[in-house]
């Protein structure tokens, strides 16, 4: 059974900084890609980031690249989302996602595997 927990969330300033992080168990983490997906009240899930199973290929969504950065230690089994410069359009539930492969994929589709989610909301 493969769990992912994360943590991290809150609230915070426009302008301010947070880092979620993404636990993992039950399956071999360094193997797989894993990804960073939010969802804002009345919207789809959307993508934000991921990385490959190395951490050496990264993606982002445009409307955070500059300001999030996606990395991995995969000895500790764990993935963070760094998010820096947060604007009140960050605000969503932020979910972290795993994949049967070891290349990252931008599709909510292309992952198996879902954490419960964290709640980030950015005040203005």
């Known amino acids: 059974q493969v769990q992912l927990v994360e943590s991290g969330g809150g609230l915070v300033q426009a302008g301010g900084s947070l880092r979620l992080s993404c636990a993992t168990s039950g399956r071999t983490f360094s193997s797989a890609a894993m990804g960073w997906f939010r969802q804002a009240p009345g919207k789809e899930r959307e993508f934000v980031a991921a990385v490959s199973w190395s951490g050496s290929s990264t993606a982002y969504a445009d409307s955070v690249k500059g300001r999030f950065t996606i990395y991995r230690d995969n000895a500790k089994n764990t993935v963070y989302l760094q998010m820096n410069s947060l604007k009140p359009e960050d605000t969503a539930v932020y979910y972290c996602?795993?994949?049967?492969?070891?290349?990252?994929?931008?599709?909510?589709?292309?992952?198996?595997?879902w954490g419960q989610g964290t709640q980030v909301t950015v005040s203005s």
């Open positions: 996602a795993a994949r049967d492969g070891p290349y990252y994929r931008k599709s909510v589709d292309d992952y198996g595997y």
